[in-house]
């Protein structure tokens, strides 16, 4: 008897020591076709990158001090009033070094708001934009006239610079896909927002002279810290910039983005012509592509230019900003060179709400709306095939 309680007790404690490894091992890549059918499955997705009109930046949104969930309920029933589906958030690691338990009631809170209005959202991991120098606590006020004078990297530069920090920043990747993985409220995870974007018309001088070098090196890590967590939901990040119409022709970074995520993402704000080629270059990879970039009027790039093409090729759209506020990118990209603080823009650049939830434009909203009724019945008259990806067999349809 004994023997047989000794080998029992070997062989759970075999299959358990089996089992924690399996759970600390990365998921592979999908496979086209799982990555295919979780987009049939989906809506045909359009949204709008969203942080609410009291937030300059992630960290006056996310701690807990100017968290506001009166606002962003507010602000994503207009959301839902035009039949928007999913917002792309960006999340901090700063926030979750500070305070991880907070931060993912936080997150929650917001899961649960948006489910009520019926959006999901896809969650930004670390964001290489804007202000290399992020710190915690009270925000300063707007720069007048200037387009998001306020927001902030993730990691910071001094992070990124030094090796030290890597443990923490895994930290905070593996623990926040960890509370969310099986969470089907979440659409998705973009590990990181235009990884080697150098910042040189607002913060170049600021930058770490080899940015792009150490976010290269540290890229390929975040998705891997992510699989080991086994979401259920894919991974992205998006292509920007360069020429993707060949793979011979790709630098490193956009190298990476498009071999390791399981859905293609990518930033657009041109004409409708060059969305629509962009398109088709992406579309050699045979996988869902999502538009997580869009719509900066000034530029030509609009919601009657792109989104009837991204509806045409069942692209998922999300616009730069919902609501005008403390960010103020209703303002152009030139107003670092001449802030607009003697006149409003001619053309607001991005936004579809003005702050207090009117649309800037009611013929866009009612085009907005118009387009997703028409989309969703197209999606719904499509075929659909469930499969379960690789690793995700806690999935609900």
Known sequence: MLRKSWRCLVFTLCVSAEAFAQSHQPAQRWTERAANDWYARQPWLVGSNYIPATAINELEMWQQETFDPERIDKELGWAESLGLNTMRLFLHDLPWQQDAQGFQKRIDTFLRIAAKHYIKPLFVLFDS?????????????????????????????????DPGEQARLQAYVEGVVRAFAKDDRVLGWDVWNEPDNTNDGSYGELEPKD??????????????????????????????KGDWSSPNKLDAMA???????????FHNYDKAEEFEKRIHSLQQYHRPIICTEYMARGNGSTFEGSLPV????????????????????????????????????????????????????QEEADLIRKLIVEGSKKAAGAKRVVTIPPGSQLLRC
Request: charged content about 20%; glycine content about 6%; some cysteine.
């Open 310 to 361: 991204a509806r045409k090729y069942s692209v998922a759209a999300i616009n730069w900003g919902l609501v005008a506020g403390k960010t103020q990118t209703y303002l152009p990209w030139d107003s670092w060179a001449h802030p607009y603080t003697d006149r409003e823009p001619a053309v607001w650049f991005h936004e579809i709400f003005r702050t207090d939830g009117t649309p800037y434009r």
């Open 129 to 161: 934009c804007w202000d290399p120098n992020p710190k915690l606590g009270p925000q300063h006020a707007p720069r007048p006239g200037v387009h998001n004078s306020g927001w902030v990297q993730s990691p910071g530069a001094k992070a990124l610079q």
């Open 255 to 265: 190298k990476i983005q498009l071999e390791m995520s399981d859905v293609i993402s």
């Open 211 to 240: 940015k792009a070098k150490l976010v290269l090196a540290l890229l390929p890590k975040v998705y891997e810290w992510a699989r080991t967590q086994h979401p259920i939901q894919p991974l992205t990040s998006g292509v920007w």
